[in-house]
């Protein structure tokens, strides 16, 4: 069994930041958006044809991310912006016309889409390391956790509940970290002693080195 991350944070506090000590070579990059990401990053090259060896692969549809998941040889992968595979499929068929039980199959499919990634993360070789980067959202209590669709999908399923570790990115003091710990008003969890703080530097290679070395990874 494979071990899956989910990295939560707003919208510039490092989650793309924290790839910029990894190898290219040995990641397999999936960004659901085509961005440029935020550090000097000639080695992260798209993969086609022309260029097989490539590290980066733009989709945001949920079957071919599972589909490279599954038959990559890279024992990293990461999902980037996690959360615009569910929006933006919301997004193409905002201009449904659907009602009663056909408007709720949209959701449906979407949380299925989204439960699919997460299952497949959880469910490849022991090997394969997944981190999946996505946006949080925070309610009107203060309570932060993974950004969805709404109401509708939440009640169907509860994301973070799939996996052992959840980090969160947070910028403090001009610096990127990542909380390891339940604040009590998120979703953050890791198992004991796996990190040795509360808050981390934001370096997703040593966040890998550490859970290699926790589970015997080699």
Request: proline share 3%; aromatic share 8%.
């Amino acid at each position: 069994m494979s071990t899956a991350v989910l990295i939560l944070g707003e919208s510039g506090s490092g989650k793309s930041t924290s790839l910029r000590f990894l190898e290219p070579e040995k990641v397999m990059l999936i960004q659901a958006v085509r961005k440029p990401l935020p550090f000097r990053s000639a080695d992260w090259q798209i993969a086609s044809k022309e260029n097989p060896e490539g590290s980066v692969i733009v989709t945001d549809n949920s079957q071919k991310i599972c589909a490279i998941m599954q038959r990559t040889k890279r024992d990293i992968i990461v999902i980037d912006d996690f959360q615009y595979v569910m929006a933006n499929e919301f997004m193409r068929r905002v201009t449904d016309q659907a009602k009663g039980n056909e408007a709720f199959q949209k959701y449906n499919e979407i949380g299925r889409a989204a439960w699919d990634i997460f299952n497949t993360a959880g469910h490849l070789p022991e090997n394969k390391r997944v981190y999946i980067l996505s946006h949080s959202s925070t309610d009107e209590l203060g309570n932060t956790k993974l950004k969805t669709i709404g109401r509708l999908l939440d009640e169907k399923i509860v994301l973070e509940g799939m996996l052992t570790i959840v980090l969160r990115a947070i910028r403090k003091d001009g610096e990127n970290y990542f909380k390891t710990q339940n604040s009590g008003n998120d979703t953050v969890k890791s198992p004991i002693g796996m990190f040795a703080e509360d808050q981390i530097p934001n370096d997703l290679a040593a966040v890998d080195a550490g859970i290699c070395e926790y589970y015997g990874i080699k």
